[in-house]
């Protein structure tokens, strides 16, 4: 019975070591990653301001990231906005606060949920996107020509992506605080009856607009993020179309859960540069 | 380039270049190795003898563990980065599938170099230049708003051809360029090596290639590459009266397969 139990002991024990250090391996791979997308980063950073400048790639990126992701955030940020009153709306009533339904909303999607979520979306379509792109082009060797005809492939291809997405990033960060604002303005107003004039009146009381800027920045930043680790994997492709899927799965993947654990720090940062600035 | 010419003979010059990836296994070994000037010059050797590492090497994709490479003169790894950016100018490189630009047409993949590298140029005078040289390869003006991927492998070729052709250079690589090409086509494309190099006085053309017929076909010099290492090298009369086993062993499977 007792040897029995040792046999299990030393398997389950066996079991944990294992686990534990899969888990600290992932995180040791997700660490050095951070930091080789952040050499990339200031590598391609730098040759933004080299000749020649590559306004007409930034705004070829601008158009796909921007323009082409403008129709999916409209329709994300609308059922989040209803979605998040009406959450919001249940509780509130239960205490007889359904005045404070607007600012809580507002407070919620600017700060947090406007440039999370635009950040997640247009990382896995924009992101995805680049990372296929620039691993298709490594392994076809059309990255290697670039670089043959004198033209610096980082410059060319890596640059004009990071800029475009910190351009975009915070518009449609903007187009997501605004749509779901209405679909809450149209949930609490036109299905729960709420008064619109205290509804808007308490935003106006609660909301500030530098709530909208912080989102705007994180946004911008969380643009970064994306155009940096999503080139940086399809950059450094290797091994034909499996390459190219491992780089796209690995890209969108390490940049949303980056996202995730930036907004958090980022959301701290913000706050306590308020408080040593005294704006608050 | 006469001054350069008279006290460099070679076009390119490779002095105990070594290659390892890992660090212990070694692709390139102690390869030393002279690229005569305006000659076409085919690298021939066995299926993973580091020949397109080389051909990578030459054009300063890759660096070398240790060793020098000379091009044109020059050092490629003393020169700053500018430098290296300039004589990239100076080589043209039709790659094994091409990489041709998927986004871009014919006229916007051949137009493309000579965009980046001579912009007082109208749009109107690059694309006289680029007509030229797809014409010269022999496309017609019917394919050059097509996209690479409603073109033929052997069109594509033609296509990657004229690109590196676009800014005139003295040193035109190819990488294996009749891979995946039935006979036919891999015959004309030979004719295409030997006449781009014949409207070309003066320019060096380098083939790496496994296909032996081809070598000794379109070449005045041939360098073999074995274990990372050049086995022979000289002209096609030198290969021919070579006593060493293994040339004559690579020369009979060659011309058998072929």
Same mark, same amino acid.
Request: with cysteine; hydrophobic share 45%.
């Given at each position: 019975m007792?040897?029995v ?21 992932? +995180?040791? +791979?997700?660490?050095?990653e951070?930091g ?5 980063? /200031?590598?391609?950073?730098?040759l ?6 590559r306004?007409?790639? +930034?705004t ?9 992701? $403008? ?10 906005g209803?979605a ?11 205490v007889n606060a359904?005045?404070? =339904?607007?600012?809580?909303v ?10 999370v979520?635009?950040?997640?979306? +247009?990382?896995?379509?924009a ?12 392994v ?16 060319y ?6 800029v475009?997405? $910190? ?11 605004f ?32 709530d909208?800027?912080?989102g705007?920045?994180?946004?911008? /930043?969380?643009g ?5 680790v ?5 950059f450094?492709a290797?091994?034909?179309a499996?390459?190219?899927?491992d780089?796209?799965?690995?890209? =969108? $993947? ?17 706050r306590?540069?308020? $408080? ?5 | 380039?006469?001054?350069?010419s ?6 390119v010059?490779? %002095?105990?270049?070594?290659?390892? *990836?890992?660090?212990? @296994? ?13 000659k !076409?010059?085919c690298?021939i050797? *066995?299926?993973g003898?580091?020949?397109?590492v080389?051909?990578k090497?030459?054009l ?13 003169g020059?050092?490629l ?8 950016? %300039? ?7 039709? *790659? %094994?599938?091409s990489a041709?630009?998927d @986004?871009?047409?014919?006229?916007e ?8 590298h001579?912009?007082q ?12 040289k797809?014409?010269q390869?022999?496309i017609?003006?019917? &394919?050059f ?6 073109l ?7 296509v ?7 800014l005139?250079p003295?040193?035109?690589? #190819?990488d294996e360029?009749t ?7 891999t ?9 781009t190099?014949?409207? &070309? ?5 380098v083939? !790496?290639? &496994?296909?032996?017929?081809?070598? *000794?076909?379109?070449?005045? #010099? ?15 009369? !030198? ?5 060493d086993k ?12 072929g």
């Amino acid at each position: 019975m007792i040897r029995v139990w040792k046999d299990n002991r030393e398997r389950i024990n066996s079991y944990i070591d294992g686990t534990f250090k899969g888990i600290f391996d992932q +995180v040791g +791979v997700f660490f050095f990653e951070c930091g080789q997308a952040s050499l990339f980063f /200031v590598d391609a950073t730098k040759l933004i301001f080299k000749k020649p400048f590559r306004i007409e790639e +930034v705004t070829k990126h601008m158009e796909f990231i921007g323009n082409k992701s $403008v129709l999916i955030i409209i329709l994300t940020s609308l059922f989040t906005g209803l979605a998040l009153a009406y959450q919001i709306y249940l509780g509130f009533k239960l205490v007889n606060a359904t005045n404070l =339904v607007g600012p809580t909303v507002g407070l919620g999607i600017t700060r947090e949920l406007g440039p999370v979520l635009t950040g997640l979306i +247009v990382a896995a379509r924009a992101g995805g996107a680049m990372a296929a792109r620039l691993g298709t082009m490594r392994v076809s060797e059309q990255i290697d020509a670039l670089e043959v005809m004198g033209v610096d492939p980082k410059q060319y291809l890596v640059a004009p992506r990071i800029v475009a997405a $910190v351009i975009t990033m915070p518009l449609l960060c903007a187009v997501f605080d605004f749509v779901a604002m209405m679909g809450a303005h149209f949930l609490c107003i036109n299905l729960m009856g709420l008064d619109q004039a205290i509804f808007w009146d308490k935003i106006g009381a609660w909301l500030d607009p530098d709530d909208i800027y912080q989102g705007m920045v994180k946004a911008a /930043v969380f643009g970064v993020t994306f155009a940096a680790v999503c080139t940086n994997k399809g950059f450094h492709a290797k091994g034909g179309a499996k390459g190219v899927g491992d780089a796209t799965n690995q890209g =969108v $993947v390490n940049s949303m859960v980056m996202i995730i654990v930036l907004n958090f720090f980022m959301t701290n940062l913000i706050r306590f540069t308020y $408080v040593m600035l005294g704006w608050e | 380039m006469t001054s350069e010419s008279a006290q460099n003979p070679a076009a390119v010059r490779i %002095q105990d270049l070594r290659k390892s *990836f890992d660090g212990s @296994d070694y692709v390139l070994d102690g390869v030393n190795l002279e690229i005569p000037k305006g000659k !076409v010059t085919c690298i021939i050797g *066995f299926s993973g003898t580091g020949k397109s590492v080389l051909l990578k090497h030459i054009l300063g994709i890759l660096k070398p563990t240790s060793g020098t490479i000379e091009v044109l003169g020059r050092n490629l790894w003393s020169m700053t980065l500018d430098e290296l950016i %300039q004589m990239r100018i100076r080589l043209g490189v039709l *790659f %094994q599938y091409s990489a041709l630009f998927d @986004d871009m047409t014919v006229m916007e993949n051949v137009t493309f170099p000579i965009k980046e590298h001579r912009r007082q140029l109208s749009i109107s005078e690059r694309e006289d230049i680029a007509d030229r040289k797809l014409v010269q390869v022999g496309i017609e003006s019917k &394919h050059f708003r097509k996209l690479p991927s409603e073109l033929s492998g052997g069109m594509r070729k033609r296509v990657g051809l004229a690109r590196a052709l676009a800014l005139d250079p003295d040193i035109l690589l #190819y990488d294996e360029p009749t891979t995946g090409l039935d006979p036919i086509l891999t015959e004309v494309v030979d004719d295409l090596i030997v006449s781009t190099h014949r409207a &070309h006085p003066g320019s060096t053309s380098v083939v !790496v290639s &496994h296909d032996l017929f081809a070598a *000794f076909r379109i070449s005045d #010099y041939i360098v073999m590459l074995n274990k990372g290492g050049v086995l022979l090298a000289g002209t096609p009369d !030198v290969f021919h009266a070579s006593s060493d086993k293994l040339v004559q062993k690579f020369l009979i499977k060659g011309f058998k397969q072929g």
